[in-house]
């Protein structure tokens, strides 16, 4: 059974396992969309109801994919702004699949409202429960540009969420990007439900203990963690952070990996479960690209961690000492 948690300060009910949708719409690798389509199934038949996509998840293909799956049942929906689509064909850059269309930034109180009423009629579907600025740190737009775009989401994106989620149209509202400074600057310019930090709480990466997280206990925002086996490294894989993979990154997953092979329990579970550990974490969304991916998270999901092997993560220096661990099972 997978547990429901509470985001925000909505008290939006989401699982504490969720879907994360980017893959389904084929990043580096084309996924056939029977193969997508049945994906969003299988997690609906295991109880999953967090399904998180974007705009630019294939230029419009995942939130297609994914409404088309969801309409009819019971979910939470998380999809993005900040980015609106124009017809013609771009550079679909990691998406192999992409649709004919063009992403263009757009951080304006016009431009966030357009981005919504879109993605309505991209899913079909007659509501989205919470909405991320995507990708609006510097991180994604670089050091001169990041600062400018970053005023135009504080002054006029957010002032369209705090209208759509006042006029109850959405939830709850928040950041979702692959970097911590810009939810602290953030956290400075608005009254944010949820940050979705993609690949920066996991085994590999505790950083967000320093400040982070403090500051959004303190503010009541909750996190979903993306991308929690640092975009493959974590499962076998050999990119981190969607690049090759640093000899400094592959030791320490190898002493990781020995740590948990001495439990018996195999890496990618442990990864899984670290990030809900932390009480302001309140779900963690990998992004299975078939049925049988899924049914292997599960499985790692469900899997039984016995406690040791955290203090021995911890006794090795492979996990920060003050880093919150699972609950003994």
């Given at each position: 059974?997978?547990?429901?948690?509470?985001?925000?300060?909505?008290?939006?009910?989401?699982?504490?396992?969720?879907?994360?949708?980017?893959?389904l719409?084929?990043?580096?690798?084309?996924?056939?969309?029977?193969?997508?389509?049945?994906?969003?199934?299988a997690?609906?038949?295991?109880?999953?109801?967090?399904?998180d996509?974007?705009?630019?998840?294939?230029?419009g293909?995942s939130?297609?994919?994914?409404?088309?799956?969801?309409?009819?049942?019971?979910?939470?929906?998380?999809?993005?702004?900040?980015?609106?689509?124009?017809?013609?064909?771009?550079?679909?850059?990691?998406?192999?699949?992409?649709?004919p269309?063009?992403?263009?930034f757009?951080?304006?109180?016009?431009?966030?409202?357009?981005?919504?009423?879109?993605?309505l009629?991209?899913?079909?579907?007659?509501?989205?429960?919470?909405?991320?600025?995507?990708?609006?740190?510097?991180?994604?737009?670089?050091?001169?540009l990041?600062?400018r775009?970053?005023?135009?989401?504080?002054?006029?994106?957010?002032?369209?969420?705090?209208?759509?989620?006042?006029?109850?149209?959405?939830?709850?509202?928040?950041?979702?990007?692959?970097?911590t400074?810009v939810c602290l600057?953030?956290?400075?310019?608005?009254?944010?439900d949820?940050?979705l930090?993609a690949?920066?709480?996991?085994?590999?990466?505790?950083s967000?203990?320093?400040?982070?997280?403090?500051?959004?206990?303190?503010?009541?925002?909750?996190?979903?963690?993306?991308?929690?086996?640092?975009?493959?490294v974590?499962?076998?894989?050999?990119?981190?952070?969607?690049?090759?993979v640093?000899?400094a990154?592959?030791?320490?997953?190898?002493?990781?990996?020995?740590?948990?092979?001495?439990?018996?329990?195999?890496?990618p579970?442990?990864?899984?479960?670290f990030?809900?550990?932390?009480p302001?974490?309140?779900?963690?969304?990998?992004?299975?690209?078939?049925?049988?991916e899924?049914?292997?998270?599960?499985?790692?999901?469900?899997?039984?961690?016995?406690?040791?092997?955290?203090?021995?993560?911890?006794?090795?220096?492979?996990?920060?000492?003050?880093?919150?661990?699972?609950?003994e099972?």
């Amino acid at each position: 059974m997978i547990a429901t948690t509470r985001l925000g300060k909505s008290r939006l009910g989401a699982t504490q396992l969720g879907l994360g949708c980017a893959s389904l719409a084929g990043i580096f690798t084309p996924v056939p969309q029977a193969q997508a389509r049945a994906t969003i199934d299988a997690a609906l038949a295991a109880g999953i109801r967090y399904f998180d996509t974007a705009p630019f998840y294939g230029h419009g293909l995942s939130e297609r994919l994914t409404g088309d799956q969801l309409r009819g049942h019971d979910y939470v929906l998380s999809t993005k702004v900040g980015r609106l689509l124009r017809p013609g064909a771009a550079d679909p850059g990691a998406w192999v699949q992409a649709l004919p269309f063009t992403p263009v930034f757009d951080y304006s109180y016009d431009g966030v409202m357009r981005s919504f009423e879109h993605s309505l009629q991209r899913l079909g579907l007659d509501r989205i429960d919470i909405l991320y600025m995507h990708d609006v740190g510097g991180l994604t737009h670089g050091a001169d540009l990041g600062p400018r775009l970053f005023v135009e989401a504080m002054e006029g994106g957010y002032k369209a969420l705090h209208e759509l989620r006042r006029g109850g149209r959405i939830r709850a509202i928040g950041l979702g990007v692959n970097e911590t400074q810009v939810c602290l600057d953030a956290l400075d310019h608005g009254d944010w439900d949820v940050f979705l930090l993609a690949g920066r709480y996991t085994l590999l990466d505790q950083s967000p203990l320093d400040r982070l997280f403090p500051a959004c206990q303190r503010a009541g925002t909750d996190i979903v963690v993306g991308g929690p086996f640092n975009s493959g490294v974590l499962v076998g894989g050999k990119t981190f952070d969607y690049a090759a993979v640093p000899e400094a990154i592959a030791k320490r997953v190898g002493a990781i990996s020995d740590v948990c092979d001495a439990h018996g329990v195999e890496l990618p579970a442990a990864a899984l479960r670290f990030c809900v550990a932390h009480p302001v974490v309140k779900s963690v969304i990998p992004g299975p690209r078939s049925p049988a991916e899924l049914a292997q998270i599960l499985n790692w999901w469900n899997a039984e961690i016995p406690p040791g092997l955290w203090a021995d993560l911890k006794h090795r220096g492979l996990l920060r000492a003050d880093a919150p661990i699972p609950a003994e099972e």
